[in-house]
């Protein structure tokens, strides 16, 4: 199976702060990866796809990049509906998984 | 509007069955592979299974700590995926999502369902 490694798992900013988030894979997914937002008690949302594609409708200050076995998500500049956990999928082969998550928290 | 709805979720006991739905409204079900997937209390994310689409001939793929006791099937008449749980255990409790496929990424999700494996 390949495993995600997502870091830091917690990180405290503020607003306005650029925000970065690394997944890495534990084998090449080449650019199978998608970044989720997840608030208490709602179901995910897709944020990118295919490690650097932003989902229509998504502000352009979240970002992807990456590819292989390293993947970073940023928010340029945090804004207060941005806190909240991000997590990362692997898409390339089965079982898919998901990286343990990173929840951003106010500082 | 592209919906998904999550149904099926309740208090089972340990070795019980409980079989969960997701009905889609919105967009062409017939078309894309639908998934599910898992979260624990407090915990991270989890992939249960995949059912592709009639072109792909309705396979099915699962998460190994699953396999054999779930079973997803769908029935594109009725825009529905079904998951069918059996021999659940504690480990089983989670909130239990559906999702569809698009790009390689699950790109619209359920509200989802509450199961609770206890006795």
């Known amino acids: 199976d390949i495993q995600l490694t997502q870091s830091p798992s917690f990180l405290s900013a503020s607003v306005g702060d650029r925000v970065t988030i690394t997944c890495r894979a534990s084998q090449g997914i080449s650019s199978y990866l998608a970044w989720y937002q997840q608030k208490p008690g709602k179901a995910p949302k897709l944020l990118i796809y295919?490690?650097?594609s932003l989902k229509s409708g998504v502000p352009s200050r979240f970002s992807g990049s990456g590819s292989g076995t390293e993947f970073t998500f940023t928010i340029s500049s945090l804004q207060p509906e941005d806190f909240a956990t991000y997590s990362c999928q692997q898409l390339k082969s089965y079982p898919l998984t998901f990286g343990g998550g990173t929840k951003v928290e106010i500082k | 509007e592209v919906q998904l709805v999550e149904s099926g979720g309740d208090l089972v006991q340990p070795g019980g069955s409980l079989r969960l739905s997701c009905v889609a409204s919105?967009?062409?079900?017939?078309?894309?592979?639908m998934d599910w997937v898992r979260q624990a209390p407090g915990k991270g994310l989890e992939w249960v299974g995949r059912?592709?689409?009639?072109?792909?001939?309705?396979?099915?793929e699962y998460a190994a700590s699953v396999k054999g006791r779930f079973t997803i099937s769908r029935d594109d008449s009725k825009n529905s995926v079904d998951l069918q749980m059996n021999s659940l255990n504690t480990e089983d409790t989670a909130v239990y999502y559906c999702?569809?496929?698009?790009?390689?990424?699950?790109?619209?999700w359920g509200q989802g369902t509450t199961v609770t494996v206890s006795s």
């Open positions: 919105g967009f062409t079900f017939s078309d894309y592979y």
């Open positions: 295919t490690a650097s």
């Open positions: 999702g569809r496929l698009l790009n390689n990424a699950v790109d619209v």
């Open positions: 059912s592709r689409n009639k072109v792909n001939s309705y396979t099915t």
